[in-house]
């Protein structure tokens, strides 16, 4: 269980990086923590001939506080959100999840942008930025910047739609209202284990937002961008079970054992927002 | 002499708490808790190359080529190359026995996805891959016998064509089952156990070297039988056991698997011969989950018959064991579903038996004995029928186990397939272990209650667990090797120090510790001076090896008495010294004491090696060094046992299971150091945690295996493995030194059962059950959907 062999280059500007991955005459893959690729690298389900290690790049570290949003450098670790190390506009929820991360060895050098362009429909962060309505930032050759919702950078299971000659550099999270309530919920079956259902939810009234997402259904997350829908007119507040189940079947979750732990982290998910 | 041996063995050491009882900490820990220890993977040797394998892709198939490109010509070796070298094959004695050859490199077919086809050598691992990757199969696929019922059906596809079925071998034993058919109760399961995989840390790996001027092969390997290995690699490569040197270096946990020839040692055996340099092959964990270390897969029919209270009148059995393509060398594909027979009446006392077992041939890699073999499984199939029994009698578990526990005033008791047990009082650890999980507050608080709306259960398992099980028990068999006589050296060095030399390996049981225990209980030598040479078989005596939770009762025993003889041979030495009658001295604590005096024992061994002018002209010739043989009379094994019991909350909307509190009480004889019995516990307990909820190997319809990394294969951690509760008791065993027995499997053997028990507790209030293990979410929501859907 060996890579094959590759080409390494650590370049210290984005500039450098993005020529690198524009060269087209080799198969070049990014990597920052390294803790997805790796082990794809030594089972050699990824065989790339040059990769190109982003970690030197300082621009890729930045945080940024704005006063809508805080400004996340793709290249900032889960330990350093979990640690405090980055502020909090989402009234803990960042660091509440990103310390669910796998192990801590994992979160110490996993990144949060190398997490989102991985595209695993399992991880954390797809599921939970995509709740809080988190914007990735993209840049290109000629410093080109463009962004996109993080719903829409995952385009399938372990794909998003990046090119070659594009890096994600950050990602952009809305500074949450004082009345906002979130909730998260995953289950796996160990402690560490990528998860096997996901709930999400952000209500932020004052922003207009009400938001629940369903995560980790093999495919890219199920999202109520107006969650208000889930609890029906006459639920009287209750979550309505067979809309949600409608949903999912709909997008291809279909069967009933799946679909009763979905909906359960959801409604989990939601009870802890509101609790 | 008789007065001396009288104090040897009831005499306590003086010098410091050292010996037999003392819970000390482990010797090896110093190396290898600081990162010192020397596995073969850290091993270094000047031109040594690594070796990769190319493995077939395919479940079966034939193969039509094998196709290497001209620039790896040389490289890459199939069996053709394989000149002289013979398929390991490990035959039963056991009637009706069919013979399946393994092959070291695939020949004409390929039986499993991971079989051997073809050899690769480079001077990295990973170029040796990458020459792996260019070498072309040509298979025809042949339809995959995946499943081991199916494989039973006479129009199933066949793996060895000239067996005219499926089926290594069939037994049958029944006792009286006709004469309990009309009982009152009679429930009757399905029960199935998951195929699994070992997972030790460190998984196989192996070096081999040839020594011309020797004209010698020493492998080195990650294995826990390392004088078995010699001889069959001897026979498969037709080399004189003489030219064949096997060194186990430390081994990083076993559990059975490194207790197996592996095709791979063979190849790498043959390429040493040939190759002029060192070769190397590790074991990636790929390799060991998918082609190496599975074991466990099990299915019962099982129907218990019991009076109207509850009590068990008999035990109807159909059992099947997946066993894999091939018999593995040396245990055979029939240990496993044989012993099924043998030990599913457990520790209990009943009337009636009858049970038939198959051992089936599949497509899939060979089945190995897991720590507990299959008492496990038994174990999960009687246990989960007790409990069945239970609900139905309306009595509480402990209540139905101990209506037919066999009493303490029935031992030594016979049971009802002629297994000894030989000590002990079953029915007090089922006491213990009830009134310490308090079944009573359990059944309060299920009445209340949780506040998240799980449910709670209680369950409980009891299980005895024969060890050390000698020629007397093997022989019938007819397995490639019957343990005798276990042996150990004992030699004095001049400056006063202990070498013990066995053939026994320890890896991860702390045997350099505890036999030095041993040693230090007869010699009074300070344990810091006692090395215990083993794994090597150029330096120890012949032995069977680590299986079966021998090594304590086995190379403890012949530790015991080598130390004796040199206690015999040294007082006479020590009373020549003391100018008095060798009749008027003892041997403790590390000298020889006289009427008047004492001299210490490496004064003795200064005179014998140094100064011999000084001896008795009656000394023994032998000197200060002993090989003495040692078997325990009657040899037939020693019974520890044990009761669990599991308390768990089940979450019966996403289906997980969570250990709120677990209870062990187990009764191992004399425990020679107890901390390190409470480590075999836990890290049993840990293994059977895995079992229970977690681990699992699945595979397609195309016999393609589905977890092939710990992503898919599920281990439990540290946040999964709650903290035990253990409770010892501590019945002598009569015939054993010291009354020591063996202890090394059983944690591993009753948590499936305990567990899989209390959720079925749990869940009784939904009428859901849970017959299978592991017990995932989506297998706790499928019976709960059942469950609805039958009271619909």
Not at chain 2, 493 to 499: I, S, V
Not at chain 2, 505 to 516: D, I, K, N, P, Y
């Given at each position: 269980?060996?890579?094959?062999?590759?080409?390494?280059?650590?370049?210290?500007?984005?500039?450098?990086?993005?020529?690198?991955?524009?060269?087209?005459?080799?198969?070049?893959?990014?990597?920052?923590?390294?803790?997805?690729?790796?082990?794809?690298?030594?089972?050699?389900?990824?065989?790339?001939?040059?990769?190109?290690?982003?970690?030197?790049?300082?621009?890729?570290?930045?945080?940024?506080l704005k006063t809508d949003a805080l400004f996340i450098g793709a290249c900032i670790t889960h330990a350093d959100i979990e640690d405090g190390r980055v502020p909090d506009v989402c009234a803990g929820a960042m660091r509440a999840i990103a310390s669910g991360i796998a192990y801590r060895a994992v979160r110490n050098r996993g990144t949060i942008g190398g997490s989102l362009v991985h595209a695993d429909p399992s991880a954390d962060w797809i599921s939970a930025l995509t709740a809080l309505g988190a914007q990735a930032i993209i840049r290109g050759r000629g410093h080109q910047k463009r962004r996109v919702a993080v719903e829409n950078l995952m385009t399938g299971v372990f794909e998003c739609s990046l090119s070659q000659d594009e890096v994600l550099t950050g990602i952009e999270v809305p500074r949450l209202s004082p009345s906002a309530r979130w909730g998260f919920f995953k289950h796996c079956r160990k402690t560490g284990e990528l998860a096997h259902a996901i709930g999400a939810y952000l209500h932020d009234p004052a922003r207009s937002v009400c938001r629940a997402v369903i995560g980790a259904t093999g495919a890219r997350p199920i999202i109520f961008s107006d969650a208000s829908c889930l609890f029906g007119s006459k639920s009287g507040g209750r979550i309505d079970r067979a809309f949600a189940e409608n949903a999912m079947s709909a997008s291809g979750v279909t069967d009933p054992i799946e679909q009763q732990i979905h909906f359960a982290c959801l409604r989990r998910a939601i009870e802890q927002a509101h609790a | 002499m008789a007065y001396v041996y009288a104090m040897i063995v009831e005499g306590r050491s003086s010098l410091t708490d050292q010996g037999v009882g003392a819970s000390i900490l482990r010797k090896e820990d110093d190396r290898l808790m600081r990162g010192r220890g020397q596995f073969v993977a850290d091993l270094r040797f000047a031109g040594l190359r690594d070796v990769a394998f190319v493995r077939s892709p395919l479940a079966h198939g034939l193969i039509r080529g094998i196709a290497v490109p001209d620039d790896h010509k040389g490289s890459v070796f199939t069996a053709a190359d394989l000149d002289g070298v013979k398929p390991i094959r490990a035959v039963s004695g056991l009637r009706g026995f069919k013979v399946s050859d393994q092959p070291s490199l695939a020949v004409g077919k390929v039986r499993y996805v991971g079989e051997l086809v073809a050899m690769c050598v480079a001077p990295t691992r990973a170029e040796a891959e990458d020459i792996a990757g260019t070498v072309d199969l040509d298979l025809d696929e042949l339809p995959a016998v995946y499943e081991m019922l199916a494989a039973r059906d006479p129009t199933s596809a066949l793996l060895h064509e000239h067996w005219g079925d499926n089926v290594f071998l069939e037994t049958f034993v029944d006792v009286g089952i006709e004469k309990v058919l009309d009982a009152p109760i009679k429930v009757t399961r399905e029960i199935r156990t998951a195929r699994q995989c070992m997972a030790p840390i460190e998984g196989r790996g192996a070096v081999a070297i040839w020594d011309n001027r020797l004209e010698q092969l020493t492998l080195y390997s990650a294995c826990q039988m390392p004088h078995i290995v010699r001889t069959g690699l001897a026979?498969?490569?037709?080399?004189?056991?003489?030219?064949?040197?096997?060194?186990?270096?430390?081994?990083?946990?076993?559990?059975?698997?490194?207790?197996?020839?592996?095709?791979?040692?063979?190849?790498?055996?043959?390429?040493?011969?040939?190759?002029?340099?060192?070769?190397?092959?590790?074991?990636?964990?790929?390799?060991?989950?998918?082609?190496?270390?599975?074991?466990?897969?099990?299915?019962?029919?099982?129907?218990?018959?019991?009076?109207?209270?509850?009590?068990?009148?008999?035990?109807?059995?159909?059992?099947?064991?997946?066993?894999?393509?091939?018999?593995?060398y040396p245990f055979s594909a029939c240990l496993e579903a044989a012993q099924v027979a043998s030990i599913l009446p457990g520790p209990y006392d009943f009337p009636a038996y009858r049970c038939r077992t198959y051992s089936v041939a599949t497509n899939k890699c060979p089945i190995l004995p897991y720590r507990g073999v299959a008492r496990t499984g038994v174990c999960f199939a009687l246990e989960l029928v007790l409990d069945a029994i239970a609900r139905e009698a309306g009595v509480e578990p402990h209540e139905v186990r101990s209506k037919i526990l066999v009493k303490p005033d029935k031992m030594p008791f016979t049971n009802i397939t002629k297994k000894w047990f030989d000590s002990g009082d079953y029915p007090e650890s089922l006491r213990r272990a009830a009134a310490a999980i308090d079944i009573g507050a359990v059944r309060l608080r299920q009445k209340r209650g949780e506040p998240d709306g799980r449910l709670?259960?209680?369950?409980?398992?009891?299980?005895?667990?024969?060890?050390?099980?000698?020629?007397?028990?093997?022989?019938?068999?007819?397995?490639?090797?019957?343990?005798?006589?276990?042996?150990?050296?004992?030699?004095?060095?001049?400056?006063?120090?202990?070498?013990?030399?066995?053939?026994?390996?320890?890896?991860?049981?702390?045997?350099?510790?505890?036999?030095?225990?041993v040693a230090h209980e007869i010699l009074g030598i300070d344990i810091a001076k006692i090395k215990v040479v083993h794994g090597d078989t150029a330096m120890t005596p012949y032995s069977t090896g680590t299986w079966g939770s021998r090594c304590m009762v086995m190379a403890g025993g012949a530790v015991s008495v080598a130390c004796k003889e040199i206690a015999k041979r040294a007082a006479r030495i020590g009373a020549q010294l003391l100018q008095t009658d060798v009749h008027n001295v003892t041997v403790a604590g590390g000298e020889v004491a006289g009427p008047q005096g004492s001299v210490s024992l490496g004064e003795i061994a200064r005179t014998w090696y140094l100064k011999p002018q000084n001896l008795p002209s009656d000394v023994d010739m032998g000197g200060l060094e002993a090989t003495v043989g040692y078997r325990p009379s009657p040899d037939s094994g020693t019974f520890s046992y044990a009761t669990h019991a599991a308390l768990v909350a089940v979450d019966p909307e996403i289906g997980d299971v969570e250990i709120l509190d677990y209870v062990i009480v187990e009764d191992g004889g004399k425990l020679v150091n107890p901390m390190i019995v409470d480590g075999q516990i836990l890290g049993g307990f840990a293994q059977g945690v895995g079992t229970a909820l977690y681990e699992e190997m699945p595979f397609d319809s195309a016999g393609q295996p589905l977890a092939s990394t710990f992503a898919d294969y599920l281990l439990p951690g540290p946040t999964e493995v709650p903290a035990a509760r253990i409770e010892h008791m501590e019945t002598l065993s009569p015939h054993t030194e010291f009354g020591v027995k063996g202890i090394g499997e059983g944690g591993a053997i009753a948590p499936p059962a305990a567990i899989a028990n209390a959720v079925n507790d749990a869940l009784r209030p939904l009428g859901a059950e849970l017959l299978v293990s592991p017990i995932t979410p989506r297998q706790v929501l499928a019976a709960i959907a059942r469950a609805g859907r039958s009271a619909a």
């Open positions: 269980m060996k890579p094959v062999k590759f080409e390494y280059a650590r370049p210290a500007d984005l500039t450098a990086a993005i020529e690198l991955g524009g060269r087209g005459d080799v198969m070049a893959k990014f990597i920052a923590g390294g803790q997805s690729l790796g082990p794809m690298l030594n089972l050699r389900l990824v065989q790339p001939d040059l990769l190109i290690d982003i970690t030197a790049i300082a621009e890729l570290k930045n945080i940024e | 026979g498969c490569l037709g080399l004189d056991e003489g030219q064949v040197r096997v060194v186990a270096p430390d081994v990083g946990g076993g559990f059975g698997y490194k207790g197996i020839l592996l095709a791979e040692e063979v190849c790498l055996g043959w390429l040493a011969m040939h190759c002029g340099h060192p070769v190397r092959w590790i074991e990636d964990r790929r390799e060991h989950l998918t082609a190496g270390a599975n074991c466990r897969e099990h299915h019962y029919r099982i129907t218990g018959y019991a009076d109207r209270e509850g009590r068990l009148l008999g035990i109807d059995c159909e059992a099947t064991v997946d066993s894999g393509a091939y018999s593995a709670i259960g209680v369950g409980m398992a009891t299980y005895c667990e024969q060890a050390a099980h000698g020629t007397s028990v093997y022989y019938g068999w007819g397995i490639p090797m019957v343990p005798g006589f276990e042996q150990a050296t004992a030699r004095l060095t001049p400056d006063g120090g202990l070498e013990l030399r066995v053939g026994i390996h320890s890896h991860g049981q702390g045997l350099e510790t505890t036999l030095s225990q």
